[in-house]
């Protein structure tokens, strides 16, 4: 048993699906057409699990337990039961989540209240990026709610006294740091795991998953994309409609624009 | 015939899962080429990466640590190997359809226990010992005889085409117990463990194809194994035989059709990447009827492929569970598997012969693997009974009524 810790390890692992097959532009709508795809695991979350997956192996006969937790967008059983076919001990899906899931703040804001219910948890761990491979901010915006440190390109995890080792990987090298439990860790550059056979027999006929609603209090907390889609618009309208100076000394207000630099600016007209 | 077969979302994710791990962690590691050497060097490496995913269990149940995914998921794994490599794909078949299957069917607690548990979890291989120089596709006229003694059986005879039969830890070896009685009534399966007294590997065949598949000769000289190493019943070691080719004939065209749906994938790239006169090869008609028909080929493999092995499945289980065995399942379980192996043969012997036609020279060299397909599919016209003897068994059954205005 690692110091400061007597029970196993207990780590939240959110996972999010990809569409599988050849995904097509309807020329119409500019949409995606994905009818009749299948949602499966997305690699993003494969390599996370993998993470998680390190981290039991060095947490020793302590043992960790990795609970996958999915925002259900569609497929997410499916999405589940393979996260368990990679190693996964319990799913826990939700379900009746608003459609403003696909907003990440509220999907963040529905994890984090996952993580209050059914915690504790020493480690969050997910993946970097979104199925199409842009950098996903929803983790981050967990550690936000949670007020957790969050790591994010993260290569290998294991038990530190109170926190953990990791290894971190940046443009500007390796590193190994320590960091505090708990945390939100986003995977990096792991590689992915396969499922055995026996994974995933016992993933579909075995084991069984847990499926929550989603907690209506915390999704409306966030904000919701018609919310945000409309503070952004107007912010565009006032700056369309304010003069030029009025402008000028706003940047400066917020060190945009440097006072000499506008000094000379205004010498030369 | 009313069919309807749809995968299941675990099937799906059994071969996705076995498509990305073959083509990561296997493909990158095959040898280069297969010329140099021959049998006694088969990439057992690689094999035993695979045992830790659990692919040399596929259908026993997790009661025995297999991976309880029956004869559709069998299928689905040996399509994903195929398209990897040939070899390895032979000795996976070997192993699982004719090697494994037949001792978890007719074996009873005792030798499930000892035989399938270690298989099930990987640790050990199995193969399959019928062929002899005097008894080919004519499995009723063997010679390998077994003399009985107070405690077990002593074998004499040699065996020949055994695949893996030189680093098999349990081989099933057919022998004959009673001369009077032919081949139903007269021969018995025996497991013999590689290091039993008198079981000794003889030649490894140097082939044409499936090159790093071993193929062995077995001899066996005053080899004593005890009475409880008859598998099944004494005498029946023929229904033995035959359940097993059965099932190894529908993992055989399993195994064909994911071989040819990577020649046809290979074939589709070159001829978008590859111009002549200013355009891409594959605007050619003539390629285009070559890879249209390999994709007709293809599509009607698939449905037969899953349609025995659903067949065969139930078929299995039944037996497994010492349930009776209508004559109706076993019988258009044998006509399916025989249609299975003699389209999927010789669709793969159809598009190797195509795919080096659209390669062109390219073909012809070995850096391309093209000619190696062209290679490794000519033996699956030829064992687990020649498409001549499958044939034979369609006609007889038509004659008899079977499968008829169905």
């Given at each position: 048993?690692s110091?400061g810790?007597?029970?196993p390890?207990r780590v939240?692992?959110?996972?999010t699906?990809?569409?599988?097959?050849?995904l097509?532009?309807r020329r119409?709508t500019?949409?995606?057409d994905?009818?009749?795809?299948?949602?499966?695991l997305s690699d993003?979350?494969?390599?996370?699990?993998?993470l998680?997956k390190?981290?039991r192996?060095h947490a020793?006969d302590?043992?960790a337990?990795l609970l996958?937790?999915?925002?259900n967008?569609?497929?997410?059983?499916?999405?589940?039961r393979e996260a368990i076919a990679?190693?996964?001990?319990?799913?826990?899906l939700?379900?009746?989540?608003p459609?403003?899931?696909?907003?990440?703040?509220?999907?963040?804001?529905?994890i984090?209240d996952?993580?209050?219910q059914h915690?504790?948890f020493?480690a969050v761990?997910?993946p970097a990026r979104?199925?199409f491979g842009g950098?996903?901010g929803?983790?981050?915006?967990?550690a936000?709610?949670?007020d957790?440190?969050?790591?994010?390109?993260?290569?290998?995890?294991r038990p530190?006294g109170?926190g953990?080792g990791i290894d971190?990987?940046?443009i500007?090298?390796?590193y190994k740091?320590?960091?505090?439990r708990p945390?939100v860790?986003?995977?990096?550059d792991?590689?992915p795991?396969y499922?055995t056979?026996?994974?995933?027999?016992d993933a579909y006929q075995e084991?069984?998953i847990?499926?929550v609603q989603?907690?209506?209090?915390a999704?409306r907390?966030?904000l919701t994309?018609r919310q945000r889609i409309?503070?952004?618009?107007?912010?565009?309208?006032?700056?369309e409609?304010?003069?030029g100076g009025?402008?000028?000394r706003?940047?400066?207000?917020?060190?945009l624009?440097p006072e000499?630099?506008d000094?000379?600016?205004?010498?030369?007209? | 015939m009313?069919?309807e077969?749809r995968?299941t979302?675990?099937?799906?994710l059994l071969?996705?899962?076995?498509r990305?791990?073959m083509?990561t962690?296997i493909?990158?590691h095959?040898?280069?080429d297969?010329?140099?050497?021959?049998?006694?060097?088969?990439?057992?490496?690689l094999?035993?990466?695979?045992q830790?995913q659990?692919?040399?269990?596929?259908?026993?149940?997790?009661?025995l640590d297999?991976?309880?995914?029956g004869?559709?998921?069998?299928c689905?794994?040996?399509?994903?190997?195929?398209?990897?490599?040939?070899s390895?794909a032979t000795?996976?078949?070997?192993h699982?359809?004719?090697?494994?299957a037949?001792?978890?069917?007719f074996g009873?607690?005792e030798q499930r226990?000892?035989y399938?548990?270690?298989?099930?979890q990987?640790?050990?291989?199995?193969?399959f010992?019928?062929?002899?120089?005097?008894a080919?596709?004519d499995?009723?006229?063997?010679?390998?005889?077994?003399e009985k003694?107070?405690d077990g059986?002593?074998?004499?005879?040699?065996?020949?085409?055994?695949s893996?039969?030189?680093?098999?830890d349990t081989?099933v070896?057919?022998?004959v117990?009673?001369?009077t009685?032919?081949a139903?009534?007269g021969v018995?399966a025996?497991l013999?463990?590689?290091d039993?007294?008198?079981?000794?590997v003889?030649t490894?065949e140097?082939?044409?194809g499936?090159?790093?598949?071993?193929t062995?000769?077995?001899?066996?000289?005053?080899?004593w194994?005890?009475k409880e190493?008859?598998?099944g019943?004494?005498?029946e070691?023929?229904i033995?035989a035959?359940?097993?080719l059965?099932?190894g004939r529908?993992?055989?065209?399993?195994a064909?059709?994911g071989?040819t749906?990577r020649?046809l994938s290979?074939c589709?790239?070159?001829?978008n990447?590859?111009?002549r006169?200013?355009?891409?090869v594959?605007?050619?008609?003539?390629?285009?009827w070559m890879?249209a028909?390999m994709a007709t080929?293809?599509?009607?493999?698939?449905y037969?492929?899953?349609h025995?092995?659903e067949?065969t499945n139930?078929y299995y289980?039944r037996?497994a569970?010492?349930?009776?065995?209508?004559?109706s399942?076993r019988?258009q379980v044998?006509?399916?598997a025989?249609v299975?192996k003699?389209?999927?043969?010789?669709?793969?012997?159809?598009?190797?012969e195509?795919?080096?036609?659209?390669?062109?020279?390219d073909?012809l060299r070995?850096?391309?693997?093209?000619?190696r397909?062209f290679r490794?599919?000519?033996i699956t016209e030829?064992?687990?009974?020649?498409?001549?003897?499958?044939?034979m068994i369609?006609?007889?059954e038509l004659?008899q009524?079977?499968?008829v205005?169905?």
């Amino acid at each position: 048993m690692s110091p400061g810790r007597d029970r196993p390890l207990r780590v939240l692992v959110p996972v999010t699906g990809a569409f599988h097959g050849r995904l097509r532009v309807r020329r119409s709508t500019g949409t995606l057409d994905t009818e009749g795809l299948e949602r499966i695991l997305s690699d993003p979350s494969v390599r996370a699990i993998s993470l998680a997956k390190r981290l039991r192996e060095h947490a020793g006969d302590a043992g960790a337990e990795l609970l996958a937790v999915h925002v259900n967008k569609g497929g997410g059983e499916a999405i589940l039961r393979e996260a368990i076919a990679h190693g996964i001990d319990q799913g826990i899906l939700v379900q009746g989540a608003p459609r403003e899931t696909s907003d990440a703040s509220v999907r963040a804001a529905t994890i984090a209240d996952v993580y209050r219910q059914h915690g504790p948890f020493d480690a969050v761990v997910g993946p970097a990026r979104s199925e199409f491979g842009g950098f996903s901010g929803t983790l981050a915006a967990v550690a936000g709610h949670l007020d957790l440190p969050c790591v994010v390109g993260v290569s290998d995890l294991r038990p530190d006294g109170d926190g953990f080792g990791i290894d971190y990987r940046s443009i500007f090298g390796s590193y190994k740091l320590h960091i505090p439990r708990p945390c939100v860790v986003l995977a990096g550059d792991v590689a992915p795991s396969y499922p055995t056979a026996w994974g995933i027999h016992d993933a579909y006929q075995e084991r069984g998953i847990l499926r929550v609603q989603a907690d209506q209090y915390a999704v409306r907390a966030a904000l919701t994309r018609r919310q945000r889609i409309e503070a952004v618009r107007e912010e565009r309208q006032s700056v369309e409609e304010v003069e030029g100076g009025t402008l000028v000394r706003g940047l400066r207000s917020r060190a945009l624009v440097p006072e000499a630099a506008d000094a000379d600016a205004g010498g030369g007209a | 015939m009313a069919f309807e077969f749809r995968l299941t979302p675990e099937q799906r994710l059994l071969r996705r899962s076995a498509r990305a791990f073959m083509r990561t962690e296997i493909e990158p590691h095959l040898p280069a080429d297969d010329w140099t050497g021959h049998g006694g060097d088969s990439p057992l490496h690689l094999v035993r990466k695979m045992q830790d995913q659990g692919y040399f269990g596929m259908p026993v149940p997790r009661e025995l640590d297999g991976a309880g995914m029956g004869e559709v998921g069998y299928c689905l794994v040996f399509e994903e190997i195929a398209a990897v490599d040939s070899s390895i794909a032979t000795i996976f078949g070997a192993h699982t359809g004719i090697g494994l299957a037949p001792i978890y069917l007719f074996g009873n607690e005792e030798q499930r226990e000892r035989y399938v548990r270690p298989i099930a979890q990987g640790r050990h291989l199995a193969a399959f010992a019928l062929t002899e120089p005097t008894a080919g596709s004519d499995a009723a006229s063997i010679k390998t005889k077994a003399e009985k003694d107070a405690d077990g059986y002593r074998i004499d005879g040699t065996k020949i085409w055994c695949s893996n039969g030189n680093f098999a830890d349990t081989t099933v070896v057919f022998a004959v117990t009673d001369e009077t009685l032919g081949a139903h009534g007269g021969v018995t399966a025996f497991l013999v463990e590689k290091d039993t007294d008198g079981f000794q590997v003889g030649t490894i065949e140097d082939k044409l194809g499936i090159r790093q598949s071993n193929t062995a000769e077995l001899v066996f000289e005053d080899c004593w194994v005890p009475k409880e190493n008859v598998l099944g019943n004494v005498g029946e070691g023929f229904i033995v035989a035959l359940t097993a080719l059965d099932g190894g004939r529908v993992g055989l065209g399993a195994a064909t059709l994911g071989a040819t749906k990577r020649l046809l994938s290979d074939c589709v790239h070159r001829v978008n990447a590859r111009e002549r006169e200013g355009r891409p090869v594959g605007q050619n008609q003539s390629v285009q009827w070559m890879l249209a028909d390999m994709a007709t080929d293809i599509h009607l493999a698939e449905y037969a492929v899953y349609h025995a092995a659903e067949l065969t499945n139930q078929y299995y289980e039944r037996i497994a569970e010492g349930e009776p065995v209508s004559r109706s399942l076993r019988e258009q379980v044998s006509r399916a598997a025989a249609v299975v192996k003699i389209h999927c043969s010789e669709m793969s012997g159809r598009a190797g012969e195509s795919a080096i036609r659209i390669y062109g020279g390219d073909g012809l060299r070995w850096r391309y693997g093209v000619e190696r397909a062209f290679r490794d599919q000519v033996i699956t016209e030829i064992y687990e009974g020649t498409n001549e003897i499958q044939r034979m068994i369609i006609a007889r059954e038509l004659l008899q009524g079977v499968g008829v205005d169905q």
